[in-house]
């Protein structure tokens, strides 16, 4: 249980904080983008360090997922950290609904082009996130002092660069708050199935890359 209520824990206070950044910067205009991108690589980064070695500070079912088919995470946990991110994320969402009851769409993830350009953004995002986490972390604690930075930093640098066009999500809790709270729900399969399938790859490529040997 206290594993199941750090993701609680980890996904609202991510959630809460990065949607609540775009949030604020549409009432205030003063966060902008970049420092919309900051909040979440921050925030991240801040929470594997305070929950990581709790829960492993997941705060993603793609993670999970993808650690569960690397064999480094129990299956029978699986489910139950599910469901706790995607609480989390829903909690986080209501949450800033009632601050904000104003705002329509509470930080919620939509292409600003075609969807087929940010189903493969989202795809290639996550396979660049979760290639990092599979070789700096552990399916149940965070490996090293600098874990928590290199996941914060792709966090960053991703949101910056693709978040204008895609949302860079990365993670299906992230969007699926947002979108079940404000009823946006048309393009959610998008960022329910792209990071999910970006992190699976990047387990397959890094089972190649490092369990197999040249010969």
């Avoid at 993670?63 to 991110?85: E, H, N």
């Avoid at 949302?167 to 979108?179: D, E, H, I, L």
Wanted: net charge positive; proline share 4%; charged share 10%.
């Amino acid at each position: 249980m206290k594993k199941h209520l750090a993701e609680f824990i980890g996904t609202y206070i991510m959630v809460f904080c990065g949607t609540g950044a775009v949030v604020i910067d549409e009432q205030v205009h003063t966060v902008t983008h970049v420092g919309v991108a900051v909040t979440f690589g921050l925030v991240v980064m801040s929470m594997i360090y305070a929950l990581g070695n709790i829960s492993g500070a997941h705060m993603n079912p793609a993670v999970s997922i993808a650690f569960t088919l690397a064999r480094r995470f129990p299956l029978r946990m699986l489910a139950p950290y599910i469901v706790s991110q995607l609480s989390g994320a829903t909690l986080a969402s209501l949450t800033l609904k009632y601050l904000f009851p104003g705002n329509r769409d509470l930080g919620w993830t939509v292409p600003s082009g075609s969807n087929g350009q940010s189903f493969i953004l989202e795809l290639i995002l996550t396979f660049i996130l979760m290639l990092v986490i599979i070789n700096v972390a552990t399916g149940s604690k965070e490996q090293g002092m600098f874990a928590g930075l290199a996941i914060g930093g792709v966090v960053l640098f991703e949101a910056l660069f693709a978040g204008p066009i895609c949302g860079a999500s990365m993670n299906p809790a992230r969007s699926f708050g947002p979108a079940l709270i404000t009823g946006n729900m048309g393009t959610l399969w998008i960022y329910l199935l792209a990071p999910i399938a970006g992190a699976a790859l990047a387990v397959f490529c890094w089972n190649y890359l490092f369990k197999t040997q040249v010969i």
